[in-house]
């Protein structure tokens, strides 16, 4: 029975009992992990001490716990509470962003798989919710982060198809089932089909990511809304991943169009 210690943040809860939860944490070095925090609930001096008072959604701590084989839960000891992420309590623009992240981790990431670059780009992005000026930035700069630690970096200067270089357009069009940018036309009805058209502002946008600028320390020099649409992109684009719609992404989606 392995035992395990680790930064790690809350991506899913669910109350098991009165005292006990079940959750989903995001881990620095052990991946996802699911597991079962027995007691974590009770008010007990003991219990206090072990679980700070409870675990939260979208909170920070160091965990202790225990894997075992026979079973898919490890079994959580410990939970120190390291940072609450009070301004996600406060704002709800920046609590719905921060849950459209912890859905997006929990869908893309497997149990036990270590992806620390994600787990640094989620605590980067939770502490840069504080600045409502940062958030489009900020989510930009996270969903770049997953996408590309899980094999999913989008082509954006070459065609998808065909590998030859892309001319510079007003509006290009991107195929989610290629992965990227591809030659040719875009028909109305063919978004449904995950390809869409895309301004070239928007392109500007991502092809800066791509080429290593954080979005979130330099100030990127394009119109916020193009900032906006290049993130609808990569959440519409994560969509056709999974193929399906994750409850939080409309949070991202609004105003598309």
Known sequence: MPRFKDQAICIRLLDWSETSQIVALLTQQHGKIRGLAKGSKRTSPGAVA????????LTLGQVVGVTKPSTELATLTEWDLQNPYWHLRRDLAAQRLGLYAADLAGAFLADHDPHPKV????????????????????????QWQLLEDCGYR?????????????????????????????????????????????????????????????????????????????????????????????????FVLKGQG
């Open 50 to 57: 072990r679980f700070s008072g409870g675990i939260e959604l």
């Open 119 to 142: 787990f640094d780009a989620l605590q980067a992005f939770l502490e840069a919710l504080a600045e409502p000026a940062r958030h489009q930035a900020a989510l930009l700069a996270f």
């Open 154 to 250: 989008p082509q954006l200067q070459r065609d998808a198809r065909s590998g030859e270089p892309l001319a510079e357009q007003r509006a290009y069009t991107f195929d989610a089932r290629t992965g990227g940018l591809v030659a040719g036309g875009h028909q109305a009805s063919s978004a449904r089909r995950g390809v869409w058209r895309v301004r070239h502002e928007t392109i500007r946008v991502l092809r800066a990511v791509a080429g290593g600028v954080d979005p979130v320390s330099v100030e990127l020099p394009f119109d916020p809304e193009a900032v906006a649409r290049a993130n609808r992109l990569l959440c519409v684009y994560a969509r056709a991943i999974l193929d399906r719609q994750l409850p939080t992404m409309p």
